[in-house]
Nanobody
Framework: QVQLVESGGGLVQTGGSLRLSCAASARTFSSYDMHWFRQAPGKERELVATISWSGGTTYYIDSVKGRFTISRDNAKNTVYLQMNSLKPEDTAVYYC?????????WGQGTQVTVSS
């Protein structure tokens, strides 16, 4: 069983920054790509960013490119999402995700609210 625990969400004004963290319990954390998703009220959950197992490859949806940075520390079993220049449309619950052995694991989510 893999546990993912997110932290770092909160309320911030437009233009502000937050850094989300996701701590994983998997001993083989460094073997897996990691993802951040988000879900806004009334909308489907969407993939925001992905980082490869080594950290060498990253992917972002267009709406966050240049503003968000995904990174990982395999020694700490932790993945991060640095969010800068936040906009009200970034308001959502953010989830950490890993696909391990064909099973998708999710954290409990952390709320990010950006006020205008």
């Amino acid at each position: 069983q893999v546990q993912l625990v997110e932290s770092g969400g909160g309320l911030v004004q437009t233009g502000g920054s937050l850094r989300l963290s996701c701590a994983a319990s998997a001993r083989t954390f460094s073997s897996y790509d990691m993802h951040w998703f988000r879900q806004a009220p009334g909308k489907e959950r969407e993939l925001v960013a992905t980082i490869s197992w080594s950290g060498g490859t990253t992917y972002y949806i267009d709406s966050v490119k240049g503003r968000f940075t995904i990174s990982r520390d395999n020694a700490k079993n932790t993945v991060y999402l640095q969010m800068n220049s936040l906009k009200p449309e970034d308001t959502a619950v953010y989830y950490c995700n890993a696909n391990i052995g064909g099973t998708r694991y999710w954290g409990q989510g952390t709320q990010v609210t950006v006020s205008s």
